[in-house]
Nanobody
Framework: QVHLVESGGGLVQPGGSLRLSCAAS????????MGWYRQAPGKQRELVAV???????NYVDPVKGRFTVSRDNAKNTWYLQMNSLKPEDSAVYYC???????????????WGQGTQVTVSS
């Protein structure tokens, strides 16, 4: 079974920084895309950033210039560096992957367990 385990959340002051990590494990053949979602209270989950195996990256407008997604392909690990954090960034952040398993021929979506990011006012 494939598991995505994330860490790095916490409480920070406005203007502070956090770095989230996500490690994928299990019977993984290839990762087509990886990224991060977030969900704030009373709001739907939204895609924050996505990085494809080909190297293309997309960010949601509110985080452009402040957040950076990166990866370590050898370790099946990716990161979300969050700088200049705002109270509006407070949410549960979920790492995401679209990947292909060994002995499989299709790609499937997976999400981590979530990590809380709280930016104080």
């Amino acid at each position: 079974q494939v598991h995505l385990v994330e860490s790095g959340g916490g409480l920070v002051q406005p203007g502070g920084s956090l770095r989230l990590s996500c490690a994928a494990s299990g019977s993984i053949f290839s990762i087509h895309a990886m990224g991060w979602y977030r969900q704030a209270p009373g709001k739907q989950r939204e895609l924050v950033a996505v990085l494809t195996s080909g190297g293309s990256i997309n960010y949601v407008d509110p985080v452009k210039g402040r957040f950076t997604v990166s990866r370590d392909n050898a370790k099946n690990t990716w990161y979300l560096q969050m700088n200049s954090l705002k109270p509006e960034d407070s949410a549960v952040y979920y790492c995401y992957a679209n990947l292909q398993k060994y002995s499989g021929n299709s790609y499937y979506n997976y999400w981590g367990q979530g990590t809380q990011v709280t930016v104080s006012s």
